[in-house]
T-cell receptor, first 113, second 117 residues
Framework: DQQVKQNSPSLSVQEGRISILNCDYT??????FLWYKKYPAEGPTFLIS?????DKNEDGRFTVFLNKSAKHLSLHIVPSQPGDSAVYFC????????????FGKGTMLLVSP | DAGVIQSPRHEVTEMGQEVTLRCKPI?????LFWYRQTMMRGLELLIY????????DSGMPEDRFSAKMPNASFSTLKIQPSEPRDSAVYFC???????????????FGDGTRLSIL
């Protein structure tokens, strides 16, 4: 069973608009969440994270929102740029020394000029 | 700074052969992880080490898979004998500390694309 779900395999957005990528989780023990970006033939690279004590974390054009009651998080990219075209993975971890991440299957974002 | 280095980048071999994937973590990182990525299952954790000691190998699919970390700068993932269903991209990652404890993300290598014919 998938504990971290990214229900949209792909998303297309125009340059300059907002991209919203969604992620749902089922394990209530998860309390730390990350987003990774992956280009073809490269490994995933860390983008942004959020812990359960927050509901929002912002880094430049990237903002992650966490809704614990709904077990849902989202990544907002504003404004979207063609270089943002990549696969985005949501990942989650438990607390207190948990070293492992559980990944979603990813959403492919295509930003067109 | 050098990131996580994996070799080879591509490996094509015949069923039944032994396959060895190699990983050099970022210097100073105490945690090392091996992942496998497939279309069906996505990114799944196979095994991870802390200070060269295997901590959790529950993701290793079968006894045909084994992993070692003889020192802080080198790890191997071995498949013997290999089977076509082992075809996937294998990633190695390292981190400075445990996820969620010190807010330290995992840093990934570029992966090894393995094809078993």
């Amino acid at each position: 069973d998938q504990q971290v779900k990214q229900n949209s395999p792909s998303l297309s957005v125009q340059e300059g608009r907002i991209s919203i990528l969604n992620c749902d989780y089922t394990n209530s023990m998860f309390d730390y969440f990350l987003w990774y970006k992956k280009y073809p033939a490269e490994g995933p690279t860390f983008l942004i994270s959020i812990s359960s004590i927050k509901d929002k974390n912002e880094d430049g054009r990237f903002t992650v929102f966490l809704n614990k009651s709904a077990k849902h998080l989202s990544l907002h990219i504003v404004p979207s740029q063609p270089g943002d075209s990549a696969v985005y993975f949501c990942a989650a971890s438990g607390n207190s020394g948990y070293s492992t991440l559980t990944f979603g299957k990813g959403t492919m974002l295509l930003v067109s000029p | 700074d050098a990131g996580v280095i994996q070799s080879p980048r591509h490996e094509v071999t015949e069923m039944g052969q032994e396959v060895t994937l190699r990983c050099k973590p970022i210097s100073g990182h105490d945690y090392l992880f091996w992942y496998r990525q497939t279309m069906m299952r996505g990114l799944e954790l196979l095994i991870y080490f802390n200070n060269n000691v295997p901590i959790d190998d529950s993701g290793m699919p079968e006894d045909r898979f084994s992993a070692k970390m003889p020192n802080a700068s080198f790890s191997t993932l071995k498949i013997q004998p290999s089977e076509p269903r082992d075809s996937a991209v294998y990633f190695c990652a390292s981190s400075l500390d445990a996820v969620g404890v010190a807010d330290q993300p995992q840093h990934f290598g570029d992966g090894t694309r393995l094809s078993i014919l």
